[in-house]
């Protein structure tokens, strides 16, 4: 190998000084370099980086055209050239070609989009977001990942499996299991072997619109459907429950019906059948489901101002209190993000009340405070006294996990006892523990508190009471409970600014009655510590448990049958208020007929027809009825009561002794 080879080699390409190249001996050389270094034949070489088309936009057609004829262009040589001008044309012919080698960030006008390649791209794209547009989106995203679920914490049977193992459950269904359902599962219910046959009940979904990440779904009932619920108005109008009971015996999975009956049932303390009976009302819901509507994803959404959508809410509501009392905790808190993903902005059952507590009894600490903080700039859930003390609770149990400080725990606490000092005297009480003389005799703390409160606020802590005293049971509670009860009362004795701030927040949030939201969830809940508060306005009608409190908005496509008016009687008697309680239309002054000036509602009007009486049966319950109302109002006006013994008889006969038992005759 020549001496040249080497120092190519070797990357010097120098040549000594007054030293002649020598054409054919370089390319020899060039040829033998090649093969040293691995590359086989001689390729051919250009004196362009190639790294700099990264750098550079696409060239243009004849650009390319040209750089091509460049480099196809004949190298050979002519007959009696000269080998050192070859060498030198080869040399001037790269300089060209560099030359006239395009600048960096230059296009040609070939490569330039035309208009409709641009508004063809927008259309796609769609305009360009705006900041306010950004924000909601950031929030729908945000409330879509806090209330996603899996859908295997929507069936408690899960839960109660990994809470006494697979075989135990297993064997109790196989105890009530007798024959082979032919129902299929669902998300939420397990359907049970005595369900009849669902089939076409009339209950459909169907798919409205779509709201940036949001997707907006609605029920529809069918012609048939509307029969039957206005049959079933009908029967709850007539205040016979055997009626309703009726309307399920012929329709075994009318929704509304389902939960009214199941309500009765609860009543009567017959717990396992109001849980059946809702779960095959969630059952029919679920089974209309559209295949795009999803529970778990969190982004769909119903309208619960359609009368056809509240019956999701409230089944799932009462389906999630049920599951709540048999321990599964998981699941009820599962199911409270159902129900809040559906409207959660509006939250139409207040599921802001509960879902805490459910959150702390499955031990979603974490969860529960980033709900809470996430939450805390749209809706202040800080000035509910559940969420305050709640996540005060989860901060303590995640210090003890070494998640937050304990400093961070004990403000939380310190604040929601300033804010809401009414909660301590009743919760304390509910544990069975003795209080504190100090704190009892402190103004802050004492009787006070619970006077000065506004009506709105004592139901809500009445409410959180009631529910979450037991887990204030746990003894690590109540010393952290106690020594942050003590650090509060001596900033109220130092003057501390923050409780005349948050006394000044009482007052101005806690005005009036509470929103519509909330006592409509006081009524679901059933629980006889907290009576709903009702006011004028809005108890227009009864208040149904398949549909209590409409809102102010309501979308209804079907109207409450009235009840015909009753003329109250001055002198009214005993009899007739024993009449009256019996049949609420009852009216001593309507003629026989209905007919008269001063007649209420014919008789005809009060009765209703159900599905499988004939006409000619009607008509006689009818005629019956209208001759048992005559003779009732005969009996009453004929009855005579006598009159009563003035004094003077009644002295002389103590006078005379006639009525000593010794003097009967």
């Known amino acids: 190998m020549s001496s040249r080879v080497l120092r190519k080699l070797q990357g010097d390409t120098g040549l000594p000084v007054g030293a002649e190249s ?91 989009f035309d208009g409709d390649e641009i508004d ?177 994803q969190g982004n769909c959404r119903l309208d619960y101002c359609r009368q056809e959508n509240r019956a999701l809410f409230i089944a799932l509501f009462k389906h999630l209190t049920l599951v709540g009392q048999r321990a599964c905790h998981r699941t009820a808190l599962e199911l409270s993000k159902v129900v809040l993903s559906l409207d959660p902005e509006g939250d139409p059952l207040a599921m802001v009340l509960v879902i805490d507590l459910y959150a702390l009894r499955s031990r979603q600490f974490a969860w529960l405070v980033r709900l809470a903080d996430e939450w805390e700039a749209s809706r202040n859930l800080s000035q509910l006294p559940n969420i305050a003390y709640s996540t005060a609770v989860a901060r303590f149990h995640l210090a003890q996990q070494g998640a937050v400080e304990m400093a961070d725990a004990d403000a939380a606490l310190q604040l929601a006892l300033i804010m809401f000092p009414g909660v301590l005297s009743p919760l304390l009480e509910k544990c069975s523990v003795q209080v504190d003389q100090k704190v009892l005799g402190h103004n802050f703390f004492g009787p006070n508190s619970q006077t000065s409160m506004p009506p709105a606020l004592a139901q809500l802590v009445q409410l959180y009471v009631a529910r979450c005293w037991p887990v204030w049971k746990e003894p690590e509670l109540l010393p952290w409970l106690e020594r942050n009860t003590h650090a509060v009362l001596a900033r109220v004795d130092s003057k501390d600014p923050l409780v005349s701030e948050c006394d000044g927040h009482r007052r101005r949030r806690y005005q009036g009655n509470p929103p519509r939201n909330i006592t409509r969830h006081i009524v679901l809940a059933d629980l006889k510590e907290v009576p709903p508060v009702i006011s004028q306005s809005e108890a227009s009608g009864p208040v149904m448990s398949f549909d209590p409190l409409p809102p102010t908005n309501s979308i209804n496509i079907y109207e409450r049958p009235r009840r015909p008016r009753v003329t109250t009687v001055d002198n009214a008697g005993a009899l007739t208020l024993f009449f009256r309680s019996l049949l609420p239309t009852f009216n001593v002054n309507e003629p026989p007929g209905g007919e008269g000036a001063g007649a209420a509602a014919p008789a005809e009007e009060v009765q209703y027809e159900f599905e499988g009486e004939n006409e000619g049966g009607g008509l006689e319950v009818r005629r019956n009825l209208a001759s048992l109302m005559d003779m009732l109002r005969d009996l009453l006006r004929n009855i005579q009561l006598p009159d009563a013994p003035d004094a003077r008889g009644d002295a002389d006969v103590d006078s005379s002794g006639d009525d000593e038992p010794g003097n009967e005759t």
Request: proline letters at 5%.
């Open 120 to 296: 063809q791209v927008n259309r796609l794209l769609g305009p360009v977001p705006s900041a306010e547009t950004a924000q909601a989106a950031i929030e729908v995203q945000r409330t879509k990942e806090l209330l996603s679920i899996e859908n295997r914490n929507l069936n408690p049977n899960n839960e109660l499996k990994r809470i006494f193992g697979v075989k135990i459950v297993q064997s109790e269904q196989r105890k009530k299991s007798r024959t082979r359902t032919h129902l299929r599962n669902t998300g939420i219910v397990t359907p049970k072997d005595t369900w009849p046959m669902i089939g076409k009940q009339g209950i459909t979904m169907r798919y409205c619109e779509q709201k940036g990440q949001v997707q907006i779904f609605s029920y529809e009932h069918s012609p048939d459907y509307q029969q039957v619920q206005k049959i079933f108005l009908q029967a709850v109008e007539s205040l016979n429950p055997d009626n309703v009971v009726s309307v399920i015996h012929s329709h075994p999975y009318h929704v509304d019906a389902l939960l009214q009956v199941a309500e009765l049932c609860k009543m009567s303390e017959d717990v396992q059948m109001a849980a059946d009976l809702i779960e095959r009302a969630l059952y029919a819901l679920e089974h209309a489901f559209h295949p795009l509507f999803s529970l778990a």
């Open 22 to 112: 020598d054409p054919e001996k370089e390319e020899e050389e060039d040829d033998l370099l090649a093969v040293a270094t691995g590359g086989g034949a001689k390729k051919k070489q250009f004196n362009v980086n190639r790294y700099d088309l990264l750098n550079q936009q696409s060239l243009s057609e004849s650009e390319v055209k040209e750089d091509d004829d460049n480099e196809t262009e004949p190298t050979q040589d002519q007959d009696g050239a000269d080998p050192c001008d070859k060498g030198a044309k080869r040399k001037k012919k790269k300089k060209k070609k560099k030359a006239t080698k395009p600048a960096f960030n230059q296009r040609s006008s070939e490569d330039n």
